[in-house]
């Protein structure tokens, strides 16, 4: 397949997996050029696979999954019952990844996504990163590799630059975790965003497309061609994400969670071919 590896979050139109307007996703963003979906496993104990990958392999594209941790499954926490079930459910994630043929499992998978009352300990976030790294070992067996999200200071207290993210990879004492970057949450913390994307590039795995208001690509603050050009010209070539939420698209769980208050996107958004258009550019430029 030719063109850039890009892949989108369905968030932009749907919350979970809706098959009626999956379908017409997946056959959408094919034929614009994108090779993946993500599939979210936001419970994965609760998730049920049947039929996603046989839509998705169908239209020549595969999955890629992302998934999360909650308070009472944390590997970060200081109780060991809590870290024990947060464990148990990143190889939930894992094993339903593998069953979707997705090769890279990706998201907050060392916390609680959500503003804390204090910042961790270096110990805890050594611990941390230990287990991720020894879960990263074992998901490798089943062909799936794990990426850390950098999100910003109001969604997480552990990784939020990705100098961070470089330090947490290395103390994990595995080769096969890889760091995940996203353009809206550098904009907040990076000093300079493509200076982070070179910092990060010996572990980078996934870099996804956004705008300050994570609507409409082309309307924001965010010099995207600039910046994209900027990425591929530092080293960076390999898999790229669109994501992007508005409210009407999102059940009110969702919306609230991710504190999508409005909407930032067209009802008839030609953002996914906005992103593909604008990647596109990038790379021809490089050449």
């Given amino acids: 397949m030719n063109g850039p590896d890009l892949a989108v979050n369905p968030g932009v139109w749907m919350t979970g997996w809706q098959p009626g307007i999956a379908e017409r996703v997946v056959e959408r963003i094919a034929r614009i050029g994108y090779r993946r979906i993500v599939v979210v496993l936001r ?15 169908r239209h020549g594209l595969r999955v890629m999954t992302n998934t999360n941790q909650t308070p009472d ?26 069953e979707l043929g997705s090769d890279r499992l990706t998201g907050v998978l060392y916390g609680p996504l959500g503003k ?53 990879v290395a103390a994990s004492g595995s080769e096969r975790l890889g760091v995940h970057l996203d353009v809206f949450h ?31 690509l082309r309307r924001g603050h965010i010099a995207l061609p600039e910046l994209l050009a900027g990425i591929v010209a530092a080293g960076y070539r390999g898999r790229f994400g669109l994501e992007a939420f508005t409210v009407s ?25 906005d992103a593909y258009e604008l990647l596109s550019a990038a790379f021809a430029s490089a050449r």
């Fill in 43 to 57: 419970d994965p104990h609760t998730y049920r696979t049947a039929g996603i990958r046989d839509l998705v392999e």
């Fill in 73 to 98: 499954e944390d590997i970060s926490s200081d109780d060991p019952a809590i870290r024990s079930r947060g464990i148990d459910r990143l190889r939930r994630a894992i094993a339903l990844s593998a």
């Fill in 116 to 168: 804390a009352a204090r910042p961790p300990g270096w110990a805890a976030i050594a611990r941390t990163a230990k287990i991720l790294g020894d879960l990263a070992e074992e998901a490798a067996s089943s062909g799936v590799g794990l990426l850390v999200e950098v999100v910003n200071r109001y969604e997480t207290p552990m990784l939020n630059t990705a100098r961070q993210a470089m330090d947490f």
């Fill in 186 to 216: 550098m904009n907040i913390e990076e000093d300079d965003m493509i200076a982070a994307v070179a910092e990060a590039l010996p572990r980078l795995g996934y870099l996804e497309i956004e705008q300050n208001h994570r609507g409409e």
């Fill in 249 to 273: 698209a999102l059940d009110p769980a969702h919306a609230n969670g991710l504190a999508v208050w409005r909407d930032v996107l067209d009802r008839d958004t030609r953002i996914a071919e």
